[in-house]
Structures are given as C-alpha cells and as structure tokens.
C-alpha cells in the first residue's frame, strides 16, 4: 500500500508539472484562435458581398471597404510566386509558434506574438484556399514617401495584417522602454541590500 500511494503521489505531482508547463499557453492560444476567426469572418463577408474591385465608402473617402485579392507581400510587395510566399509564411509561422512556446511565461513578450502568429495563421489559410490574400480595408491616412514614391493612399490590408502589426508595436515597445527596466531595478535593490547590509568586524 505505501508503494502505491507513493506512486500516485509521484503521478499528481508530474501532472501539476505538465498542467504548470502548459497553463501560460491558454492565453496565447485564445488570441490566436479569436483573431483568426474574426480574421476569416470578416473576409468571408466581404468576399460574399462586393466583387473584386468594389469599392463601398464607410466614411467618406477616408475609410473604405474595397475587395482586393493579393497574390504578393505585404505593402505591395512581390518578389516571388504565391507558393514562394506561402512557404516563406510557414517557416516564419512556426519560428513564431516556437518564441511564444519558449516564452510562455513572458506575456508581454508571449501575447503580442501571439497576434503575430494568428495574423500569419489568417493570411496562410487564405492562400492555402485560394492562392491570394484577401484585402479590404482601405484608408486614406497622410501622404508619405515610400522608397522615393509618392504615397498617397495606403495598401489595402486586413485583420491579419492588423493583427501582425499590433503585435510587432508592442513586442518593440517592450523591447525598447521595459526588457531592460527590470535588471536595472534588480541591480538597483542589491546594491541597495548590500549597503545597507552591517559590515562584518574582523577579529
């Protein structure tokens, strides 16, 4: 009997393990699953409703619902087929699975991943379906220059790209403003410990 209950103890104890290794992940899991339905829900609509080109004003001239299919990269890019870029997609889809697996226990490092991971996931699956990328949300933000091109209206985009580009805001806003806040209060604090501490009296 007590080699039995020893074994179930050892059991509950590895599942307490497993169930802590894999907890952080709920979130991130949930981000990528919500984002990528909203992503796919809303293209389904558009595509169901306008036909390629339309172009049906929300406000004004400033936002627009405009269906465009994609073949290329982000910002008009196309240095390659469709296949190039879903395979590029994919390898660059399960580094980001891996990051946020490795970071799991980082949210602010995990969570805006995610977002990255679910807009790749969206875009992946509209070129696995069709060969291209469903675009429609259109605006009018400021004219700017662009590699020496007059910028006047910007790329058509969706929720996956939405998505894709929130998350790389606030991971380089981490980056930048917080990684580095906490080591310096770690150093901050023991230097602050040992000073205070009572010096040692040699005899």
């Keep these: 009997m007590p080699v039995i209950a020893s074994n179930v103890k050892k059991k509950r104890k590895v599942k307490k393990v497993e169930d802590a290794k894999f907890r952080p992940l709920i979130v991130p899991l949930v981000i990528i699953a919500v984002v990528t339905f909203l992503d796919q829900f809303t293209k389904s609509l558009v595509v169901n409703s306008l036909a390629e ?7 004004g001239s400033f936002f627009q619902l405009r269906l465009i299919y994609n073949s290329g990269g982000a910002l008009g890019t196309s240095v390659g087929t469709s ?3 879903l395979g590029t997609s994919i390898v660059i889809l399960l580094v980001i699975f891996y990051l946020v697996y490795h970071n799991r226990s980082f949210p602010m490092i995990a969570w805006p991943l995610s977002l990255c991971a679910a807009g790749a996931v969206g875009n992946i699956l509209d070129r696995v379906h069709t060969g291209k990328v469903v675009d429609f949300l259109d605006f009018d933000f400021f004219d700017f220059n662009f590699f020496g091109q007059r910028v006047e209206r910007w790329w058509t985009f969706n929720i996956a790209d939405s998505s894709i580009t929130v998350g790389i805001i606030l991971l380089m806003a981490y980056i930048l403003f ?12 023991s230097s602050e410990n040992s000073s205070s501490a009572p010096l040692s009296n040699p005899e």
């Design 83 to 85: 296949d190039f870029y």
């Design 178 to 189: 917080f990684s580095r806040k906490a080591p310096e209060e770690e150093s901050v604090e």
């Design 53 to 59: 080109g339309e172009t049906v004003s929300v406000i």
